[in-house]
């Protein structure tokens, strides 16, 4: 049996698609399943136990891609993404079982191209939680509202390598805080002098070097730049990983994540990291971590980290929320000064 898995989305969203991609593994134990992604999110794919291969999508792959879903013999095609691309690769698949979100079929276009249909309420559920339910449509006895939530990624021994190695370059040893201050989206930003004062306290309190990683994007560059330098030499040091996996490594060894809401946020889910989840105008129902080393700060409700959560909370400014309130949601994880 030959299975595509199709999310054409960004680095989050193929994230939080995982525990999804996990389900159909253990419905259909001897199949081959391929998921297809967008060439912003194929270097993750080495990451993800259940895929055993992938097609990747993008600018300069020409038609190579689609040749690959028009001669793959497939038997059964999961549309996690609902777009134009995605229905027209699923429509190529000629998979006997093609199956995408209710929604889609707004699009009479689009809708041609499946011939089955999970009913899952995308503004009422968590984001993981609306993929599981697409497996559900047609998995053999599996129930999402029984299924275990949380992404599953396992980073290959070379990206821990590099990530150990990048640090040591970077002159970090021993234990460290991660602190993510970027992500697309400027308005998403926390201020940059806060920032500072949350690596400050790590230091100060827990001993912690504080690793700040940054992606490629420009804003995210001039975000990170107005970040004051720490007072602590040699206990800080700002990095910029060359691969998304080296990204993975330095969340998956750090002691706490602090970051915006960005895929950091879902990395550090799918390995367990303790984290303070920053979120501004987006509402956290739909993308918080849902792992219980996790706590939320929302800018509309900014004095605790969120227990309540709901489907049409509003979002605020991130100026909102309070360099206290991130030290004390520190200390609840951290536990014990040193």
Not at 1 to 16: F, Y
Not at 101 to 115: D, P
Request: glycine content about 8%; charged content about 20%.
């Amino acid at each position: 049996m030959k299975i595509l898995a199709l999310q054409l989305k960004r680095i989050g969203d193929l994230i939080l698609t995982t525990s999804a991609l996990a389900a159909i593994r253990k419905a259909w134990p001897e199949a081959h399943l391929a998921l297809g992604v967008m060439d912003g999110t194929a270097a993750l794919v080495p990451a993800i136990p259940a895929a055993q291969s992938a097609i990747v999508f993008g600018k300069g792959r020409g038609f190579a891609p689609w040749q690959q879903v028009l001669t793959g013999g497939w038997d059964l095609c999961f549309d996690f993404t609902g777009t134009d691309r995605s229905a027209f690769a699923t429509a190529l698949s000629h998979a006997k079982k093609r199956v995408a979100f209710e929604g889609v079929r707004r699009n009479r276009l689009r809708a041609l191209a499946y011939n089955s249909w999970s009913v899952s309420a995308v503004r009422e559920v968590h984001t993981t939680r609306h993929y599981l339910d697409l497996v559900a449509k047609v998995a053999p006895g599996f129930n999402s509202d029984t299924s275990d939530p949380l992404p599953e990624l396992a980073l290959p021994p070379a990206d821990r390598e590099m990530a150990t190695s990048t640090l040591r370059q970077s002159g970090i040893e021993g234990g460290y805080a991660l602190l993510h201050p970027g992500t697309a989206r400027p308005e998403k930003y926390w201020l940059a002098d806060r920032w500072e004062q949350a690596a400050a306290h790590l230091h100060e309190t827990y001993g912690l070097a504080t690793v700040f990683t940054c992606g490629p994007d420009e804003y995210e560059r001039a975000h990170m730049a107005a970040i004051p330098e720490a007072d602590f030499p040699g206990m800080s040091a700002i990095v910029r990983p060359a691969k998304l996996l080296g990204l993975a490594g330095l969340v998956a060894g750090a002691r706490l994540v602090v970051s915006c809401d960005t895929a950091v946020v879902h990395l550090a889910s799918a390995f367990g990291v303790p984290q303070v989840a920053l979120f501004g105008p987006t509402n956290p129902f739909h993308w918080r971590p849902l792992h219980p080393r996790a706590l939320v700060l929302s800018a509309a409700q900014p004095e605790a980290p969120l227990t309540d959560f709901q489907p049409r909370m509003k979002g605020a400014p991130m100026d909102r929320i309070s360099t206290a309130a991130v030290i004390r949601a520190i200390d609840s994880l951290l536990a014990s000064p040193r």
